[in-house]
């Protein structure tokens, strides 16, 4: 599939020839193939920006992951600790338990920053606590969440130069090279998909994810 860039990072679980993994992945700042073999079947959870684990800096994580050394039918190792791999219905219980327990900490100044809000600190300080808690800039979540916002609504039909005028893109030509860069498609394939591309990964608006 094209897996498409994301600004958040996430833990995945997934089942392959009968065995269970389990994986962080950081956030990916351009579109890409991942491979999807037969048979395979995932879960995983999606963190909201400013969340992250103080043992594993996000910066490590950008454009690449950590897959857990060992992992049975149902346990997996994170920070040395052996956990229950969660399902859809317990996973804000097992989020719950990883804040609890100190795994995943959360500065709250990052969600007031990418939502368009001005701090009352310094720009510097807010660079470096954006960077130590997601691994990225400002500027380089704010083009993701962008890219991602276009192509939902390209998706739902609106027109490129709609799409431009509502997000702010420079013309069509900045739109068609961010929608490349982070995307994988053009604004016709998004508009018309074609049942012989590959599938892209999860896509959702901004407000609609069921981060953590």
């Known amino acids: 599939m094209t897996s498409i860039a994301t600004s958040h990072w996430e833990l995945v679980f997934w089942e392959q020839g009968g065995r269970r993994h389990a994986a962080v992945r950081g956030p990916e700042t351009a579109a890409s193939n991942a491979e999807v073999p037969d048979g395979s079947a995932s879960f995983g959870i999606t963190f909201a920006h400013g969340t992250y684990m103080p043992h594993l ?34 996973a804000e219980q097992f989020v719950a338990r990883l804040v609890r327990e100190g795994v995943i900490l959360r500065d709250p100044l990052i969600d007031e920053v990418v939502a368009g809000g001005i701090p009352e600190i310094g720009t510097r300080s807010v660079q470096r ?13 704010r083009q ?3 890219a991602r ?5 390209l998706g739902e039909g609106a027109a490129p130069l709609e799409v431009v005028d509502r997000l702010g893109y420079y013309d069509q030509p900045h739109l068609a ?14 508009r018309r998909p074609d049942a012989a ?4 990964s999860l896509l959702y608006k901004i407000g609609d994810a069921p981060h953590s």
């Open 149 to 153: 916002q276009a192509a939902a609504l």
């Open 144 to 146: 993701i969440e962008r």
């Open 197 to 200: 591309e590959q599938p892209l």
């Open 57 to 90: 800096p996000p910066a490590r994580l950008v454009d690449s992951g950590q897959e857990s050394p060992h992992a049975t039918a149902s346990t997996f190792l994170l920070r040395g600790q052996e956990w229950h791999i969660p399902d859809f219905d317990s």
């Open 177 to 190: 090279r961010s929608l490349q860069r982070f995307i994988g498609r053009t604004a016709t394939a998004l």
């Open 129 to 141: 606590r954006v960077a130590a808690a997601t691994g990225l800039t400002q500027a380089s979540i």
